[in-house]
């Protein structure tokens, strides 16, 4: 069945509803969503995926028995029906999630907005049935609807918009976006002041978007002019949001509910919603997400990873160094000789390394310690103390090219085991460095970059068309985790190496390892 069709079956059905509706008016705005926006819009992200599409139907009659019928004994049947739906399309946002990770913000910002539906559910159920949420009916209502527009359509729209056009403010702004229901049911449930922080937000992120969707490249005239109707509708009705959060802080003026129905009722529903709808199903972009296909090592820890995880998995090979070419990666010419040299043998240098954990995040690594010590692997000490890594390289057979493990230890306690090999992708060649966790992989595929000094940078990030990135592999997932790591490797005047290796977690700093690398022989 073409959209076209299923669009007018949908709307057929929400007409028949607001013509036999027993409810006031008011609540054909939610109804609209469930039976309309809702299906639709999960149909321009399924596509030809059709299994999940089987389980709008029964969810859309049981919202049409709940408005056309008085209160009865069967309302809980039916609003549990709506809610498990709502439930099917949050794991269905999941599974999107675990198979891709922190990769393309806008594929997130899709399921995201897959994932909050539920929490339309539960307040929807609440309602229906009639359980004490601590607020009145209306506001229980309402907080329904919130997470079926603000939470559910937006959020798609912004990945959709995400996928055809991605400025550098669009993470800032789709960031916003995406946080922003959170901070909306933490202003409802506890604060005025944190719900007009929360409408500060939204005003900041919807604006954003109304720019940028000026700038992005549709389909067609047409298709720009709804986006933008689209858009620019939430733009007006949020100002009356800030409006009656103000007026809940300072008691200055009202803006009445039964205004602000009338009022959003017009704008979200027929406005932002419909003609969201509408635009996005002229041409729905596709995801620019294509399945990580880089080799994985195949070598998984149990609770302890350790040194005797090589066991079973050691080759025949001899290898001096972590790479036997450097050539592969980079020009060698561009690069300092001693730093080549460093990678080529390996061997022949003596490690020297101080730990700093950034001070937000120093709790989180003396509980980590506690695990890492146990488990030896990722074993980072506390100590910002200059200690000497030992260690060696081990030929390991794992499935992937040349692998080797540089085992790295301090006095006779393992921090690392790393599994060195690489693989290529059009013209570039990435390290791909396996780290084995219980059962699991992390996995850090560096890109290597020539500085104009003759430094080398090794990085995990860099632009949408590379594999580089911190991942976790887990079964058949392959997880792109919110990680980044860079080495930025000099050679002092005295000829010795020194190489900074920095992490962060949302981009935002958490360790850093500064490394004195020394020849053997001098």
């Known amino acids: 069945m073409t959209y076209k069709w299923l669009a007018i079956i949908h709307i057929v059905l929400f007409t028949i509803t607001a013509f036999f509706s027993v409810n006031p008016w008011y609540f054909l705005m939610l109804a609209i969503a469930q039976i309309l926006f809702v299906p639709l819009t999960l149909q321009l992200i399924l596509k030809v995926e059709t299994r ?24 809980i049947v039916l609003a549990s029906i709506y809610l498990v739906f709502t439930l099917a399309v949050a794991i269905y946002g999941f599974s999107r999630f675990v198979q891709r990770g922190f990769a393309h ?24 049935v009639g359980i004490d949420t601590g607020f009145s009916p209306m506001l229980t209502w309402l907080t329904a609807i919130h997470f079926h527009y603000s939470s559910f359509l937006l959020p798609i729209f912004i990945g959709f918009v995400g996928r055809l056009y991605k400025p550098k403010s669009y993470p800032f702004f789709a960031s916003i976006i995406l946080v922003s229901p959170l901070v909306v049911a933490a202003g409802i ?31 067609g005239l047409l298709q720009k002019s709804l986006v933008l109707i689209s858009f620019s509708a939430l733009g007006i009705t949020i100002i009356f949001s800030l409006l009656y959060a103000i007026g809940n802080v300072f008691g200055l003026f009202q803006v ?22 509408i635009g996005w199903s002229i041409f729905t972009p596709p995801t620019l997400h294509e399945k990580w296909n880089f080799p994985i090592s195949h070598i998984r820890g ?21 790479v036997d070419n450097m050539e592969v990666y980079i020009n060698k010419k561009n690069v300092k000789p001693s730093i080549v040299d460093f990678y080529e043998n390996t061997k022949q240098f003596k490690l020297f390394s101080e730990v700093h954990w950034n001070t937000w995040f120093k709790p989180f690594a003396a509980v980590y310690g506690m695990i890492s010590q146990r488990m030896q692997q ?14 060696d390289i081990i030929a390991v057979e794992d499935g992937r090219f040349k692998t080797r493990a540089w085992l790295r230890k301090i006095e006779a306690e393992v921090i690392f085991v790393a599994l060195y090999s690489m693989h290529e992708k059009g013209e570039k060649t990435y390290m791909n460095i396996a780290l084995p966790l219980p059962f699991s992989s992390m996995i850090g595929i560096l890109e290597l970059q020539e500085k104009n000094n003759g430094d080398l940078l090794l990085t995990s990030r860099a632009n949408s ?34 190489a900074k290796h920095r992490m962060k977690i949302f981009s935002i700093p958490f360790l850093s390892i500064d490394y004195t690398i020394v020849k053997k022989d001098r």
């Open 52 to 75: 999940m599409y089987y389980l709008v139907l029964p969810a859309i009659f049981s919202v049409i028995v709940l408005q056309i019928t008085n209160e009865t004994s069967f309302d």
């Open 105 to 128: 913000l806008e594929e997130f910002s899709i399921d995201a907005g897959l994932m909050y539906l539920f929490m339309g559910g539960i307040w929807f159920f609440a309602f229906e």
């Open 189 to 219: 449930t506890f604060s005025p002041w944190l719900e007009l922080v929360s409408v500060l937000l939204y005003i900041i992120g919807i604006y954003g978007f109304i720019v940028i969707a000026f700038k992005t490249p549709f389909k």
């Open 256 to 277: 009445s509910i039964e205004f602000m129905l009338k009022f959003h009722g017009f704008f979200n529903c027929l406005l932002f919603g419909l003609c969201g709808v």
């Open 302 to 322: 149990k609770f302890v990873v350790g040194e005797p995880i090589l066991k079973n998995y050691k080759g025949t090979e001899t290898y001096n160094g972590l």
């Open 378 to 391: 990722l074993n980072l000490p506390y100590s910002s103390k200059k200690m000497e890594m030992t260690g």
């Open 465 to 498: 068309n590379s594999d580089a990135g911190i991942y976790l592999s887990f079964h058949k997932f392959v997880f792109k985790l919110p990680l980044q790591e860079q080495f930025l490797i000099e050679e002092l005047p005295d000829r010795d190496l020194y």
